[in-house]
């Protein structure tokens, strides 16, 4: 057997996905070495873990072939990033390789030794608990209480797609205060403090979000930079565009009901883009329902893998790439009969942000990567999604659209003008809310 690391340079090979074989995910390369052409199965390491097939194989439709019985025999995963490889002269190549790769064809990948591994255990486990808390004291906090999109949202109130999804969750927020004045423009009211419940009524858990939620600032940021190294731009390229409130969901997935109750769904949250950020970091438990659609068109499984992330691309990020980095949709199918929680970190983006100012970075973007590999331009340049909707002064503007009518019962207490305006001409809108 020929191994990929010695008999062939990355040149002469086509990345054709990535598949689980057994318990190892890997990528299916082919391998065109003068008139021979190879199937390899190479880890995210990059050494062969199996030659699936060697055939020799004299035009395409064999290779086609081929292919399609390799995939037919093995699961398609995501790739596994190393963050550990980014510390290392001598590793951080590969490590912005793997990065750019992954980002350019999926938009989504698992991190692994992160940094975060002990506080985000701690939270997950803390996470029954939260929602087992009498309902009284969770609706003490329900997001209905404030204008910042914060606080508890009940099971059978949050719908994606205009069905029904299976979820209970609080949400948090990066910041402590509020800078909106009587007399700002209303998006800025977006920004403001959480409500917790009293350390009395479940005690630590203020703390582990607030420990958390700066880990993630500081990891997230530092992942942006090493994005922007990987597609061979200045490390500080991004820095202007973040945001300064951060926001994180913790999650609980039960099961359908089995007393054919209204509730009866296998949506735990249906198919989506994530709308409001840069990137979002999802720690989850050991159910796994997580799932994302690849550009053929099939739904990948984000198994769980003990101690890492999955990463993906917010709409944020795609609009400041021009597209080039994709906001993949994904969803979660709900559990048969476990409940599953997850924990979801969005890395905020800058609500002031006018789209003059995302239309200048697309311009750098466009003229830093002007050539990239066919297999790398996933995307079409014009995304549509609210940031790049001329309508709005700011994205500000347009994502409170967004909240507004994701979350109606808060709009009709903080903002019923908007509620009003918003939900009338929601029929005549094409975008995902
Ligand atoms: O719970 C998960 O694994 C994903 C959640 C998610 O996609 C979201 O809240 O945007
Ligand atoms: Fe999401």
Redesign the pocket.
């Known amino acids: 057997m020929r191994h990929a690391g010695s008999a062939f340079t990355r040149s002469e090979s086509r990345v054709l996905g990535c598949w689980t074989a057994g318990q190892v995910p890997a990528e299916a390369v082919l391998h065109q070495h003068r008139s021979n052409t190879i199937i390899l199965l190479v880890s995210p390491h990059r050494h062969a873990v199996s030659d699936a097939t060697s055939p020799d194989l004299a035009n395409l439709t064999q290779v086609d072939r081929a292919v399609s019985l390799l995939k037919r025999n093995m699961v398609k995963s995501l790739p596994i990033v190393d963050l550990s490889l980014a510390s290392s002269p001598d590793t951080k190549p590969e490590f912005l390789r793997q990065l750019k790769d992954a980002f350019f064809k999926i938009g989504f990948l698992y991190l692994v030794n992160h940094g975060v591994e002990e506080k985000a255990n701690k939270l997950l486990e803390l996470s029954p608990g939260l929602f087992e808390v009498p309902q009284e004291e969770k609706d003490k906090i329900d997001m209905i209480k404030n204008p910042h999109f914060t606080g508890y949202t009940r099971l059978g109130v949050e719908r994606t797609q205009k069905k029904l999804d299976l979820?209970e969750?609080y949400d948090f927020g990066s910041a402590t205060t509020t800078t909106y004045k009587k007399g700002d423009p209303e998006w800025k009211q977006i920004h403001g403090p959480t409500a917790y419940l009293p350390d009395n009524v479940y005690p630590g858990y203020q703390a582990a979000v607030q420990e958390y939620l700066d880990a993630m600032s500081d990891l997230s940021d530092r992942m942006l930079r090493l994005t922007a190294e990987s597609l061979g731009l200045s490390p500080d390229e991004f820095d202007d565009f973040k945001g300064d409130m951060n926001r994180l969901?913790i999650?609980k997935?039960p099961p359908p009901p089995k007393d054919g109750s209204a509730l009866q769904t296998s949506q735990?949250?249906g198919a989506?883009k994530?709308s409001s950020g840069m990137f979002?970091y999802?720690a989850?438990d050991k159910v796994g329902?997580?799932q994302v659609l690849d550009s053929e068109g099939d739904w990948i499984d984000?198994v769980p893998i003990e101690n890492s992330f999955?990463v993906?691309i917010a709409q944020g990020f795609e609009a400041l790439t021009s597209g080039r980095c994709q906001a993949t949709t994904?969803?979660?199918v709900a559990p048969s009969d476990v409940t599953?929680y997850?924990?979801?970190y969005?890395q905020g983006i800058r609500l002031s942000l006018t789209l003059d100012e995302i239309r200048k970075e697309q311009d750098i973007i466009n003229e830093k990567l002007p050539d990239l590999p066919e297999d790398l331009r996933r995307r079409e340049r014009a995304t549509a999604s609210e940031f790049l909707d001329p309508r709005y002064s700011c994205f500000g503007e347009a994502h409170l659209r967004n909240r507004v009518i994701s979350h109606r019962d808060v709009s009709e207490v903080w903002y019923p003008e908007l509620n009003k305006k918003y939900v009338a001409e929601l029929e005549k809108w094409t975008y995902q809310i």
């Open positions: 979820r969750q969901k999650i997935y735990g949250v989506h994530d979002t999802i989850q329902g997580l984000a999955v993906n994904h969803r979660v599953r997850s924990i979801a969005f």
